[in-house]
């Protein structure tokens, strides 16, 4: 997953960029980047960290010169993790254009050919991202206009529709032009557009969560439609078309369940208020299959589910305590590259207040079980904290099925639910009791009576994929590619190569 952000504005925009971009952070630890436009000139500086280590020096700043510009926040799931594969990404053919790109291209190979074969375009990353960049900068040369007209740009949207398959959500800067936002015609992805108004005039923001909006203080407009478009000239004037043939809203369910801040509305939902609700339904099936549960306390695994763990705790009339203290300098788990590295940080980030766990009957809610190395991990610290039994509650289902639109869970085999019963689950994750919610209440607490919303894209349960693309041979492909194992592969070779490029000096 990732978070990109676009701003066209009457002043420069390079620190409302960076501030939007660490807003963002929880979508992308692994690299970050920005590039801005004055004139006919682009300043572009990305590369792997945090928002504020890739942006450490003011000279950084101060070469994003210029009113227009487009930021990043990356983890990947696709490519490799070498900083050549930050974004956003640049090719000079037509105009100039950059983009950035949240999601994942399930025909990602058939298009690189195509691009060698008949577009004749030049790739130089394994990246997804820079495969949809030249699509839309191939499709806008086609329509062989010397200079960018809105119609022009959506057009080429359109044809990116017909030739893109699985999950995109973007912002790309055509140099000298504007910025736009376009989203697959499932909606997979979220992303959002807002308006400023200022003393010089409007400004709008393209960012993939409202909260990057409301920080800066954008009013949020809308949500980009699936399969729409939206077009900001550099005077400021906004454009709205929907560019594809047969949209059907289908946003990923899990974006809800634990991607998205919960003060981020999304497809006119609120994220807080959905993981209320998944509390609440929680605790109904909690009641109505272990109505004599004999749980003294309730303890969140912070921060995702501390609001779906006080609306369990309200439920079921015991207390709420919170028994773990965060380290707020280690990143999220789930999306660290590495099992040993998963592993070796739950224990730094989360410290156990062991007065909260002695001689009592413990219910921990976490908002899922991934590849089950938190929970065990955790499971074990509440035991070692004193607690007389552990239960373990999630507020999402079983993950069983791997994700192939933008989220980093590739392979069943690291998948700890697939193919294992509960009663196997709850041996191996040490849990004296595991409950998971049930996927239509995990639908109805995410659905909200105003959202447009058609279906879910709730592919990690079910092993329906949305798109209807997948199969078992792209799956098996999937696994050779993004495996922990094949991602460490990748990273050692890409070492020695700058070995090799050292002893060659």
């Given at each position: ?111 690189k050919q195509e691009l060698f074969d008949g577009d004749r ?43 893109a398959r699985g999950a995109y959500a973007c912002v790309a ?333």
């Amino acid at each position: 997953m990732c978070g990109i952000v676009g701003i066209v504005a009457k002043n420069p925009v390079n620190q409302e960029i960076y501030d939007a971009l660490t807003m963002l952070q929880h979508r992308g630890q692994d690299a970050a980047g920005m590039i801005t436009n004055e004139g006919n000139r682009l300043y572009l500086h990305k590369d792997n960290g945090l928002v504020r280590d890739v942006f450490n020096k003011d000279e950084y700043m101060i070469r994003l010169r210029g009113n227009m510009g487009i930021g990043h926040v990356r983890y990947p799931t696709a490519g490799c993790a070498t900083s050549a594969e930050a974004q956003p990404f640049y090719t000079n053919t037509p105009f100039g254009i950059a983009l950035s790109h949240n999601g994942n291209l399930t025909n990602a190979d058939l298009l690189k050919q195509e691009l060698f074969d008949g577009d004749r375009r030049h790739l130089n990353t394994d990246s997804d991202s820079e495969v949809l960049l030249n699509v839309f900068a191939h499709e806008l040369m086609m329509s062989g206009t010397q200079r960018v007209a809105p119609a022009d740009v959506f057009e080429a949207i359109s044809r990116v529709h017909v030739r893109a398959r699985g999950a995109y959500a973007c912002v790309a800067l055509i140099s000298g032009y504007g910025i736009v936002g376009f989203r697959d015609p499932f909606g997979i992805r979220p992303v959002v557009y807002g308006r400023r108004e200022g003393p010089d005039g409007v400004d709008y923001m393209i960012a993939s969560e409202s909260v990057a909006l409301d920080a800066a203080g954008f009013e949020l407009i809308a949500d980009i439609g699936p399969g729409e478009a939206v077009y900001i000239t550099l005077d400021g004037k906004l454009h709205v078309r929907q560019c594809a043939a047969n949209p059907v809203c289908s946003p990923c369910i899990f974006e809800h369940v634990y991607l998205a801040r919960p003060d981020s509305v999304m497809d006119k939902i609120y994220v807080y208020r959905a993981r209320l609700r998944m509390g609440i339904k929680l605790a109904e099936k909690i009641l109505r299959e272990w109505p004599d549960h004999d749980i003294d306390v309730v303890i969140p695994i912070p921060d995702t589910s501390r609001v779906a763990g006080a609306e369990v705790a309200a439920r079921l009339g015991v207390r709420y305590r919170e028994g773990f203290i965060k380290n707020r300098y280690i990143g999220r788990t789930f999306i660290m590259p590495g099992q040993a590295q998963r592993q070796k940080s739950v224990r730094q980030k989360l410290n156990p207040i062991d007065v909260e766990f002695r001689g009592k009957n413990v219910l921990l809610v976490d908002d899922s079980i991934v590849r089950g190395t938190t929970s065990q991990e955790i499971i074990q610290m509440a035991r070692d904290s004193g607690a007389r039994k552990v239960y373990f509650a999630s507020a999402a289902p079983p993950v069983r099925f791997p994700n192939v639109y933008g989220i980093d869970m590739p392979t069943v085999s690291e998948l700890v639910a697939h193919g294992r019963t509960l009663v196997q689950l709850e041996r191996l994750l040490g849990a004296d009791r595991l409950i998971y919610q049930d996927l239509e209440d995990l639908i109805e607490a995410v659905l909200h009576k105003h959202a447009k919303i058609e279906r879910f894209d709730c592919s990690v349960f079910t092993g329906e994929y949305v798109t209807q693309d997948i199969d078992d041979n792209y799956l098996s492909q999937l696994e050779l590619f993004r495996s922990d194992a094949a991602k460490e592969a990748r990273r050692v070779r890409a070492g020695n190569v700058v070995i090799d490029l050292q002893n060659a000096r």
